[in-house]
């Protein structure tokens, strides 16, 4: 189970001014697409593709794009993703292919193990790299409670809006590869997880459903 009272909160990385004038504030977890949407912004920020796009700050840098404080004029805005499919989906990518291992976790577990494994767990006393991936979001990411949440499985529905205001071009959608189809509902994964592994989820992760809006299963 985390321990959320003793973790820092996340905040939103530091705001820019997009070419259109409007002013962004981010707020993008990890494993909720995070990466695509980083690289998207960054992308109609300096007209690069960038390879690894968390190097948020270091990347404004590197163009002498000023970084700017968020303020409740900023169009504030996060991407969420429903915690099954969050949890299964680092499993599979990060935990089995990349060996992104959780503190006290060893390899090679199956899906329903790791999941036991994962809920029990005592998060480290500041965030490190792996707990990022698969720890609750509102356990984390204070940001989500301070902006526009839009959950990943329903872009369909919101895409035009967002792209709209931030200034994203079917060009840079292209050059991006961006696959923009909204996930399954029910959860995509939910197949490859037993009554045991979702019970546990449920509790683990039952800050993000009761706040984000995702139903139980």
């Not at 291992?101 to 790791?114: A, I, Q, T, V």
């Not at 592994?197 to 809006?213: S, V, W």
Request: charged share 20%; aromatic share 12%.
């Amino acid at each position: 189970m985390s321990d959320a009272k003793e973790q820092p909160k996340r905040a939103m990385r530091d705001g820019v001014i997009m070419p259109n004038g409007l002013g962004v504030c981010p707020c993008l977890p990890y494993k909720c697409g995070s990466s695509t949407f980083t690289r998207l912004l960054l992308l109609i920020l300096t007209g690069t593709v960038v390879k690894n796009p968390h190097f948020w700050e270091a990347i404004l840098r590197k163009h002498r794009i000023a970084p700017a404080n968020c303020t409740s004029a900023f169009y504030n805005f996060s991407i969420v993703r429903n915690p099954y499919d969050r949890v299964v989906s680092y499993y599979y990518d990060k935990y089995q292919r990349h060996e992104l291992l959780p503190p006290r976790m060893p390899k090679n577990l199956s899906l329903e193990h790791f999941v036991d494994r994962l809920v029990r767990i005592k998060m480290p006393a500041h965030w490190a790299v792996a707990p990022a991936h698969y720890a609750p979001l509102l356990d984390q990411w204070e940001c989500v409670k301070s902006s526009i949440v839009y959950k990943i499985e329903e872009i369909d529905t919101w895409k035009d809006t967002l792209f709209q205001k931030i200034g994203a071009t079917p060009a840079h959608v292209q050059r991006l590869n961006m696959s923009l189809v909204g996930e399954a509902n029910p959860p995509k994964y939910k197949n490859l997880l037993t009554r045991a592994a979702i019970d546990k989820i449920n509790t683990f992760a039952r800050n993000d459903f009761e706040y984000l809006g995702y139903s139980l299963i």
